[in-house]
């Protein structure tokens, strides 16, 4: 039986199955086909979303409303300024008027406190569009790139390189666990997931900072930024521990698999186009050789942002 995810927030994706998530992903692809196509099915003709967003965003923020208005439905950006969760009204006061002017809500935010009070006082499905422990909505961008590529998530082994404590990797920890391939989170020991934490994801989760074991036979090599959002303060003492961990044309290699791919969350560090990077070049994530380079799939994962975006809300409100 098709599962039915009508009126389902989108939290952590802890509380989905894996039918559930294949249903999203078949979703995304179907509604990218209708895209190319030039079919506007307008499933969310009449619905008005708030796309809350406490931190910055480009691309999570233009997937969620581009996706609105594929669809016909009305999108709000409602900015920090805009929404003062604690500080002038309680959140549980703001989940309920948000509740009654809007069908969803997309949240980003800080902790899963006010994610979760969203969920549980709104009374309208909430997608969490990035906090400090998850980032489902790119996770199931990310799923839906290396099914585009291999055809199927089953034993593939996917090997993400850098800061294995943050949101994209515990979310794409939790998808292995689903969804039947392995996460390889290579890494030095301080910047790996507690071991209870680990433990949860049995097999399908290989913490180590040894390159052989978890290049080996790798699909997929993934980056992120060294340091996220809020943790700027951290970035000397990140750059010290992930200098070896830096993705190069020879980290690539190692995979011995010739159709390995490239995926990185965005944005990316890669080359000196950006103060950042001219500011700290040695905090440069990727080299531009393999961002830019014939394995590289960046640009089709953030495209399938909008196309992810779309299925979970469409899916969520019952269109
Ligand atoms: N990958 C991602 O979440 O990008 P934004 O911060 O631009 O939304």
């Known amino acids: 039986m098709t599962p039915d995810l009508k009126g389902r927030s989108l939290s952590s994706m802890r509380n989905h199955t894996r039918a559930e998530i294949e249903l999203m992903l078949d979703t995304a692809a179907d509604a990218r086909e209708r895209k190319r196509r030039g079919e506007r ?39 920090a300024e805009d929404v003062r969760f604690g500080v002038k009204e309680s959140v549980k006061d703001i989940a309920r008027v ?21 969920v549980e006082h709104s009374g309208v499905p909430v997608w969490n569009a990035l906090t400090e422990r998850y980032h489902p909505t790119q996770a199931l961008a990310d799923m839906l790139t290396l099914r585009d590529e291999f055809g199927t998530l089953e034993r593939l082994a996917i090997t993400y390189v850098g800061d294995g404590r943050n949101n994209v990797a515990r979310s794409l920890a939790i998808a292995a666990s689903k ?35 978890a290049l080996h036979e790798s699909a997929a090599v993934y980056n992120d930024v060294w340091v ?69 799939r960046v640009f089709d994962q953030a495209e399938n942002r909008m196309h992810t975006a779309k299925a979970v809300m469409v899916l969520s409100l019952g269109g």
């Open 41 to 79: 099915p307008l499933r969310l003709a009449g619905r008005n979303i708030a796309v809350v967003f406490l931190k910055p965003s480009s691309r999570t923020r233009a997937a969620f409303v581009v996706a609105a208005a594929d669809e016909g439905a009305h999108a709000e950006v409602l900015r």
């Open 179 to 213: 969804m039947g391939f392995q996460l390889r989170i290579l890494a030095p020991p301080e910047l790996q997931l507690p071991a209870e934490e680990l433990g949860e994801f049995g097999d399908a989760v290989l913490a180590t900072h040894d390159p052989e074991v």
């Open 228 to 296: 996220s959002m809020g943790e700027e303060g951290e970035l000397e003492r990140r750059i010290s521990l992930l200098r070896d961990f830096k993705v190069t044309p020879e980290l690539m290699a190692a995979t011995g698999r010739d159709d390995t791919i490239y995926l990185h969350c965005l944005p990316a560090y890669h080359d000196l186009e950006t103060e950042f990077a001219r500011a700290h070049p040695d905090a440069r994530e990727v080299d531009d050789a393999v961002f830019e380079g014939p394995q590289s």
């Open 98 to 118: 948000l509740g009654r002017l809007y069908d969803g809500i997309a949240f980003r935010g800080f902790g899963e406190d006010v994610l979760e009070a969203l």
